[in-house]
């Protein structure tokens, strides 16, 4: 099962910020990882037409970045696995194969993830 979320990749530098208080410092989503991820969950709702997975899966990331930027493989696809919690599978936990692929596509930014039972 395929799900392709529309938008370009946010890395989760930009969008995880941390505060501290005292000597405790704390990582939060910001307003714009807030959106963002609303927005990957209202699109994973169009596409998933079944109940949320319970089993183990195997996932499959495409990330397809709008330049050729250094962009680390694993700074974008955080906030997509936890977008998808509760509507593809009941929890990012269930994953226990990931296949990350970065590739490049100015007109057309996306991530694209097919999310296979094991």
Request: proline share 5%.
């Amino acid at each position: 099962m395929k799900i392709t979320l529309i938008g370009k990749p946010m890395s989760t530098n930009s969008i995880y910020k941390t505060m501290c208080r005292g000597n405790f410092p704390s990582r939060y989503l910001s307003a714009k990882g807030k959106a963002l991820k609303e927005d990957y969950q209202w699109q994973a709702k169009q596409q998933w037409q079944c109940e949320p997975l319970q089993c183990p899966i195997s996932v499959v990331i495409n990330t397809y970045h709008d330049n050729h930027r250094k962009n680390d493989w694993d700074n974008f696809h955080k906030l997509s696995m936890d977008a998808l919690t509760g509507i593809c599978y009941e929890d990012d936990s269930q994953i226990e194969q990931a296949i990350v692929t970065k590739h490049y596509d100015k007109e057309n930014p996306r991530i694209e993830i097919e999310i296979l039972p094991i």
